[in-house]
């Protein structure tokens, strides 16, 4: 019997074995390929959820970057104006001094807000004072924000006129429509954390300004009527209100206590003191350097003197049809827009005090209001009052056209009552209310609050005289 030839096979097996080796090292080096993409996937993902987990609502940085929003605004851009009469290091040193307060401030009212689980100023001084106490904080608080809301309409009013030369009738005219178009829709908004991704935006628009006023040094040098003691010491024979109202202008530039009971009741995952003190600590710093870097450039490049004009939009005017320069002052319009949504959460919140009162209801109590239109009737009042209130805006910003007035008048009147003078008797209050007896109003803490509110009260009664006579 012929047996058949069995090489052929066992060489066709032998190629299959070989291919099915081939094939199975091809298989395992492209599971560690697609396995090394899965997992970088995963990283980036991973980074990119922290990333959007680090700007959720109610977190530091969002809440720090609204704290720093809500104070930069009109005040930065006549920081140089002050600088230019008073010198860099009398602005350098208020700025400093400012901004340390500013944090303590903030965290004396978080406490506040945490300790009582009230997150206006009207609630917190109704459950630690007296419903009157509450009344007139609530109407400082309201006269800050309408006033500051009404410097950053005027402001508007300047870039527009700046920019397209038009006579004082058009500027009114873009400052009804922009209030009606732009401000009221932004500010029906229920959380002030809905301003967080805007508010990042707009510190980067003021912070192109900055690079647009080096760059105005850079090509001009610094202006022929500086010296070395004007540019530190400020001018001869400036009086002492000028020294006053620019520390005014200090706290109307760090001017953010108004926002700050909302936003600690809306920290994540619940009000917190902590994150409070932090987020105030990175707002405080934002605000800081670009105060100095402001203040410090703007001499450089406009002087002193007549040079320099009330605001840098005016410093500008000469320079109104470089591209660099539209940009900035368009940048300016976005980011001083954005603030103006905050200065309305205070009016609101004033608006809704006195509402609640009037209609015998308590604080925190919408779920169980009456509804109208599917919303509840304290919604509907919310929403009324932003309207009315932006329109109150608008009427002034027509009528007022000296912003330095405005802004110093306001960091003097409300906002040293609602940085200095009424948080620390807040601190003590809730003191008083822990210890019982063993309150003493010789402790470290006390005195501390009890010195700054004596420095509240004189910006109050006479940082107003200044703004007002000065």
């Given amino acids: 019997v012929q047996l058949p030839d069995m090489t052929e096979a066992v060489e066709i097996q032998i190629d299959v074995s070989e ?4 094939i199975a090292e091809v298989n395992q080096v492209g599971l560690e390929k697609t396995t090394d993409e899965a997992g970088q996937f995963a990283s980036l993902k991973k980074v990119g959820k922290k990333a959007n987990r680090s700007m959720e609502a109610g977190r530091i940085l969002p809440t720090g970057i609204c704290l720093s929003k809500a104070a930069i605004g009109a005040g930065v851009l006549s920081m140089a104006a002050h600088s230019a009469q008073v010198g860099l290091l009398y602005q350098f040193i208020g700025l400093v001094v400012g901004g340390i307060l500013n944090i303590v401030s903030i965290r004396m009212i978080a406490q506040a807000s945490v300790t009582t689980d009230r997150f206006s100023f009207e609630d917190i001084s109704d459950e630690l004072f007296h419903p009157g106490l509450a009344v007139f904080t609530g109407f400082i608080n309201a006269t800050n924000a309408i006033g500051s809301a009404v410097a950053y309409l005027i402001l508007c009013g300047q870039i527009f006129q700046v920019l397209c030369g038009t006579n004082d009738e058009w500027r009114r005219i873009f400052i009804i429509l922009l209030g009606v178009f732009v401000c009221m829709p932004l500010a029906l908004a229920r959380h002030i954390n809905f301003m967080r991704h805007l508010a990042t935006l707009s510190v980067f628009a003021l912070l ?3 690079i647009v006023v080096v760059q105005h040094v850079a090509q001009d040098g610094p202006d022929d009527s500086l010296t070395m003691r004007n540019l530190w010491l400020g001018q001869e024979s400036i009086s002492l209100f000028a020294y006053i109202n620019a520390l005014n202008n200090v706290i109307f530039a760090y001017n953010n206590s108004a926002n700050v009971p909302q936003l600690t009741g809306e920290t994540h995952p619940v009000p917190n003191t902590r994150r409070m003190g932090w987020a105030a600590a990175l707002a405080t710093f934002v605000c800081f350097l670009l105060y100095f870097l402001v203040s410090l450039l703007g001499v450089l490049a406009f002087g002193v003197g007549a040079n320099q004009k009330d605001t840098l939009i005016l410093d500008f005017e000469v320079d109104r049809k470089s591209p660099l ?9 976005f980011s001083i827009l954005t603030c103006f949504q905050f200065h309305i959460f205070p009016i609101r919140q004033f608006a809704a005090y006195l509402t609640r009162k009037a209609r015998g209801r308590q604080a925190n109590d919408e779920s169980d209001d009456r509804t109208c239109c599917g919303k509840p009737l304290t919604r509907l009042f919310d929403i009324s ?10 009427l002034i910003a027509v009528a007022v056209t000296k912003l330095m007035t405005v802004l110093d008048f306001i960091g003097a009147f409300a906002a040293a009552y609602l940085a200095y003078v009424i948080p620390p008797l807040m601190l003590i209050q809730i003191r008083r ?7 003493s109003w010789l402790s470290m803490e006390v005195g501390f609050c009890v010195a700054m509110h004596i420095l509240g009260l004189f910006f109050f009664v006479f940082g107003t005289y200044s703004a007002v006579h000065g």
């Fill in 19 to 22: 291919t099915s080796s081939e």
């Fill in 208 to 210: 192109f300004l900055v």
């Fill in 325 to 333: 320069v539209i940009l900035a002052l368009a940048g300016v319009m």
């Fill in 385 to 394: 009052a932003a309207l009315v209130s932006v329109a109150m805006t608008i």
């Fill in 433 to 439: 209310l822990q210890k019982g007896g063993d309150f």
